[in-house]
């Protein structure tokens, strides 16, 4: 499939709003897939720092 413009593009033979909607959906569940783990091991590792403090403070 050719188009004859970038506007064409955008539009794709006018699904575009579908097309574009659901790869901004395929790419905002895989920022979530890379952040949740990211930000689950930060706070998991806050938590055991916390943790260990109030171990040592004893």
Not at 7 to 19: K, P, R, T, W
Request: include cysteine.
């Amino acid at each position: 499939m050719s188009f004859a413009s970038f506007s064409e593009f955008l539009a794709m033979g006018h699904h575009g709003l579908y097309v574009w909607t659901a790869y901004g959906i395929c790419l905002a569940v895989l920022a979530v897939n890379v952040a949740a783990p990211i930000l689950a091991r930060k706070r998991y590792l806050q938590q055991e720092a916390r943790r260990l403090r109030r171990e040592t403070d004893k």
